[in-house]
């Protein structure tokens, strides 16, 4: 099994730009999740995902959009993106409590 | 606010001493806790997970021990190798679809 990955590694965007960050994970897992990392802070949830079709908003939501049309992606949109956006993201799925975290995209918006 | 954190931001520790690393949570209805390991420039791995109705789990090299007295999570490592020097993060989770919550987490620096 890959595993979670995670596409791109790392991307600079312009304000204003969207994109879309792509999450992809073969362990059949229904629950997906989407985190942002700041600099020396923890991970904060921005949506989640419990199995195709459902999506819910986490903690830190505004700014961002998700689908979920299959088992295996969970991509995350940034329609507008903003300075405050600059951040690491970590896209994970859940088996049971545990959750397995993909190697993160580095967004840099400019 | 967040529910789970750290006490120190960094730890910094002898190669082949033991490690602890410290974590307080606040949420008494947190049920599940896991410690994650992350190294510079990649994902969070999963090294040790315990339930509340444990107060001590062993794997290779790492020991958890969770104190629900005073709402106290801690890791141990032996013998502590460079291979060791990343930021620790405690999470908790209630078994809510919403997943686990994260503390800071503490960077561990090993001296040769």
């Known amino acids: 099994n890959a595993g979670v990955t995670q596409t791109p590694k790392f991307r600079i965007l312009k304000i204003g730009q969207s994109m879309t960050l792509q999450c992809t994970q073969d362990?059949?897992?229904?629950?997906m999740y989407w985190y942002r990392q700041d600099p020396g802070m923890g991970l904060k949830l921005i949506y989640y995902?419990?199995?195709?079709?459902?999506?819910d908003k986490g903690e830190v939501p505004n700014g961002y959009n998700v689908s979920r049309s299959t088992t295996e992606d969970f991509p995350l949109r940034l329609e507008l993106a903003a300075p405050s956006q600059t951040s690491v993201y970590f896209c994970?799925?859940?088996?049971?409590?545990?959750?397995?975290f993909g190697p993160g995209t580095r967004l840099l918006v400019l | 606010g967040e529910s789970v954190g750290l006490h120190l931001p960094t730890l910094s520790v002898q190669e082949g001493d033991n490690s602890i690393i410290n974590c307080a949570y606040s949420?008494?209805?947190?049920?599940?806790f896991i410690w994650y390991k992350q190294e510079s420039g990649k994902g969070p791995q999963f090294i040790i997970d315990?339930?509340?109705?444990?107060d001590k789990r062993q794997g290779q090299r790492v020991t958890v021990l969770l104190n629900k007295t005073v709402k106290h999570l801690s890791l141990q490592i032996a013998a502590t190798q460079p291979g060791d020097s990343a930021v620790y993060f405690c999470?908790?989770?209630?078994?809510?679809?919403?997943?686990?919550?994260f503390g800071k987490g503490t960077h561990l620096i090993i001296q040769p």
């Open positions: 994970a799925s859940r088996f049971q409590e545990t959750q397995y």
């Open positions: 362990m059949n897992h229904n629950y």
């Open positions: 995902s419990v199995g195709a079709g459902i999506t």
């Open positions: 949420n008494s209805a947190s049920d599940y």
């Open positions: 315990i339930r509340s109705n444990m």
């Open positions: 999470a908790e989770g209630s078994g809510g679809a919403d997943g686990l919550t």
